[in-house]
């Protein structure tokens, strides 16, 4: 079983750049396919991005195509979720999920692992 852990979160002005880490211990993180959520107060936990286990492929939800890029570090069992350009309504806890299908789902249900979250604030 692995556990991940999220860092990197604060507050940040809007055009500002903050970059998430999502860290596993207990298994290796690159026998998963792995995704950052995220969930507003008072919105349901929506899908943010994705990287594949095999090839390390990626895809994104429209609303950031261009801004936040994916990335992972097999070798540091990291994940990391670089976010450009924030804007406003990109406050909100930010989580790290992962699975163990080879297939990026935007579904949260179709992820059974997760982090305890970490906080963003974009400031206007």
């Known amino acids: 079983q692995v556990q991940l852990v999220e860092s990197g979160g604060g507050l940040v002005q809007a055009g500002g750049s903050l970059r998430l880490s999502c860290a596993a211990s207990g298994r290796t993180v690159s026998t998963y396919t792995l995704g950052w959520f995220r969930q507003a107060p008072g919105k349901e936990r929506e899908f943010v991005g994705g990287i594949r286990r095999s090839f390390g492929t990626t895809d994104y939800a429209d609303h950031v195509k261009g801004r936040f890029t994916i990335s992972r570090d097999n070798a540091k069992n990291t994940m990391f979720l670089q976010m450009n350009s924030l804007k406003p309504e990109d406050t909100a806890v930010y989580y790290c999920?992962?699975?163990?299908?080879?297939?990026?789902?935007?579904?949260?249900?179709?992820?059974?692992?997760w982090g305890q979250g970490t906080q963003v604030t974009v400031s206007s």
């Open positions: 999920a992962a699975r163990e299908g080879t297939l990026i789902k935007i579904a949260a249900t179709e992820y059974n692992l």
